[in-house]
């Protein structure tokens, strides 16, 4: 099993670590940074770890989601049975409407 992030997620893990590092400093970045290492880690071991996402179970393809932070969680789907998809990091602060929209 390996974890494969789409170019989406690799531009939202900078966009946020830029972010967490101008609000709360290099030590919660790296903690961030290291968090989405350890999920990948899990998800390789448990691919089915996380729930269904509620906010996007209309869509043909089952995508699940794991808490990375309490402000942040990780999306993907389970590909094939070698493949894991990391599609996009959600700040959960943010409208659940507009983080639904982000993700095609």
């Not at 350890?38 to 390789?44: G, N, P, Q, S, V």
């Not at 996007?56 to 990780?74: C, F, G, P, Q």
């Amino acid at each position: 099993m390996m974890v494969v992030m789409t170019d989406v997620a690799r531009q939202q893990i900078r966009a946020i670590a830029r972010y967490i590092r101008g609000e709360f400093g290099e030590r919660y970045r790296e903690y961030f940074l290291n968090r989405v290492k350890e999920m990948r880690h899990y998800l390789i071991a448990n691919p089915n770890l996380g729930p269904l996402e509620p906010l996007l179970s209309d869509r043909a393809i089952s995508y699940r989601s794991v808490v990375v932070t309490k402000l942040n969680k990780m999306i993907y789907y389970i590909g094939d049975d070698t493949v894991i998809y990391v599609v996009a990091f959600w700040d959960v602060r943010r409208n659940p409407a507009t983080l639904a929209a982000s993700v095609r």
